[in-house]
């Protein structure tokens, strides 16, 4: 559901898309309708698919009135719960306020600015494939860059900008638009890579963000392939694919 939040903006969001689609066009300009471009195709909209289903879904909003268990064998759901003052109710484990959106998130991880919106326990997944997806689109697009411009003979026909009569005036626009675009994915190209680096590695050892910052050592780690499922299922051929799988809550993993 929609967050439709007052201060919400997606301009980072629209800034994405509208750079996955100008990677699409630039593909298939510079090397034409062949595999290269079947893969920013499929690249690009599974990108978008993770993006803008993090924008519109909920991360995992705490239920109003939520309150720790009265079962005396989930002991340890009730030692960990806390109390959120913002709230003014008691939250789950791993759950934290973030004071962008007003509200607790089950298993917060961050509040990201390019989706804007929560990263949470309903959301991670999607957020983990968007960074993946993203990150393979800008060293994609390098690639055919270097491939274009260094590897092919000087008077290759995919070296000619396709100005109709060879007008220098639509030349050096195609020039320029490939120059501005590429300022933007080298930024991207960073970015992304370390939000990667970062996201996946936390992944692997069942680690938020918030708690990689507060928590010493990992003590929700249950080993490489439990922790994976934690956040993309548990169904590993379904691991790549931008689906949401249904999931235990975040204190039912501590029972």
């Known amino acids: 559901m929609f967050r439709n939040r007052p201060e919400q903006s997606l301009a980072l969001p629209i800034f994405i898309t509208v750079m996955l ?11 034409g309708f062949g595999k290269n471009f079947r893969f920013a195709i499929v690249d690009s909209g599974l990108a978008l698919w993770c993006l803008w289903g993090c924008v519109v879904r909920s991360p995992g909003e705490v239920a109003k009135g939520w ?36 509200r607790c998130v089950e298993r917060y991880d961050h509040h990201c600015d390019w989706i804007d919106n929560c990263v949470g326990a309903n959301n991670h997944k999607l957020f983990a494939l968007f960074m993946l997806y993203v990150t393979a689109t800008t060293y994609h697009y390098f690639g055919v860059l270097f491939y274009v411009f260094y590897t092919r003979p000087v008077n290759s026909p995919v070296r000619t900008f396709p100005a109709p009569a060879h007008s220098i005036w639509v030349s050096l626009s195609l020039l320029f638009t490939f120059s501005i675009y590429s300022v933007f994915a080298v930024a991207l190209l960073f970015f992304a890579s370390a939000f990667f680096y970062m996201t996946w590695k936390q992944i692997l050892l069942n680690q938020t963000t918030i708690e990689a910052d507060f928590t010493p050592g990992t003590p929700y780690s249950k080993g490489l392939c439990a922790n994976l499922k934690e956040v993309l299922g548990d169904q590993p051929a379904l691991w790549l694919v931008p689906v949401v799988n249904n999931r235990m809550t975040a204190w039912d993993e501590l029972v």
């Open 67 to 102: 309150s720790p268990p009265d079962d005396p064998g989930m002991s340890r759901v009730i030692l960990e719960s806390s109390y959120c003052r913002s709230c003014e109710q008691h939250r789950p484990p791993r759950a934290h306020h973030c004071s962008y959106c007003k």
């Open 21 to 31: 689609f100008g990677y699409v066009c630039i593909v298939g300009v510079l090397v």
